[in-house]
């Protein structure tokens, strides 16, 4: 396994720029895994923006690629400008365009301005989550497990949280997760006077995931919109209930 990290503060505001850089950077680490390991046979690539840019860098090689798509951005018709130029650069390329629900493969339809042909597979549940008896909790233990961006509302669930149960009721919210509102969402914690019964966990493995499901009473996470919730999931084959929007 191969990895590159390019972090930038500049991804979601200028976004041509950005995505200059990244296909710069991405030829450079291409090409050298070329030189090591030879053409690949197949490229399976997560994104309409990252698909782009690996379909410009590895066109020359004419190496089939696969995209398989998730973005939320699809799910409300928010692409516009460059965005929008990548995306049909990617449904008009792609040799397969998956989607991982009937719902996105509709708003991917809705958004081409075209012809596009999209099939969909959902995304796959690992072994591990596998059904465990509900624990028997002093406390009411609400679990939630996301990216901390705008999309989740991590916001809203704490201050959700504060209006329905007093300090002194017997329940706890676990949140698990990081992202680029981490501060707000501490802040808000701390300024509703809540550490001693809301918990930020960080980011968690798959392992520490299926850990916290086990030992909760039920998942919560009040997403704008989603493409596929794999957490929701996991917690259904785990035994849990879930509480989320429409």
Same mark, same amino acid.
């Given at each position: 396994v191969y990895s590159t =990290?390019? %972090?930038?503060?500049?991804? *979601?505001?200028l976004v041509f720029l950005n995505q200059c850089f990244f296909i710069h950077s991405l030829k450079?680490?291409?090409?050298?895994?070329?030189? !090591?390991? $030879?053409?690949? &046979?197949?490229?399976? @690539?997560?994104?309409? &923006? @990252?698909a782009y840019s690996i379909m410009r860098v590895s066109k020359e090689y004419k190496i089939p690629v696969v995209v398989m798509e998730h973005s939320g951005r699809l799910m409300h018709g928010g692409l516009k400008g460059f965005q929008k130029r990548m995306f049909n650069y990617v449904a008009l390329n792609a040799d397969k365009?998956? @989607?991982?629900?009937s719902g996105l493969k509709q708003c991917i339809s809705n958004q081409f301005s075209g012809d596009v042909s999209v099939e969909v597979i959902p995304n796959m549940?690992? &072994?591990?989550f596998g059904?465990? %008896?509900?624990?028997?909790? !002093?406390?009411?233990?609400f679990s939630s497990i996301a990216?901390?961006?705008?999309?989740?509302?991590? &916001?809203?669930?704490i201050e959700s949280f504060c209006d329905v149960f007093d300090e002194n009721d017997n329940v706890v919210l676990r949140i698990g997760g990081t992202g680029e509102e981490s501060q707000r969402i501490k802040k808000l914690v701390h300024d509703n006077n809540r550490e001693n019964q809301m918990y930020l966990l $960080?980011?968690? =493995?798959? !392992?520490q995931v299926l850990n916290e499901l086990i030992n909760c009473s039920g998942v919560v996470l009040p *997403?704008?919109?989603e493409t596929f919730v794999l957490i929701w999931r996991e917690a259904l084959c785990v035994g849990r209930p879930v509480i989320t929007t429409d």
């Open positions: =990290t390019q %972090k930038t503060i500049i991804a *979601s505001r450079v680490f291409f090409n050298k895994r070329i030189s !090591e390991q $030879g053409i690949p &046979d197949i490229i399976y @690539a997560h994104f309409y &923006d @990252a365009y998956l @989607a991982t629900t549940v690992d &072994d591990l059904y465990h %008896k509900a624990p028997c909790n !002093e406390q009411f233990i990216r901390f961006d705008y999309d989740k509302r991590i &916001d809203l669930l $960080g980011r968690l =493995t798959r !392992e *997403s704008r919109h």
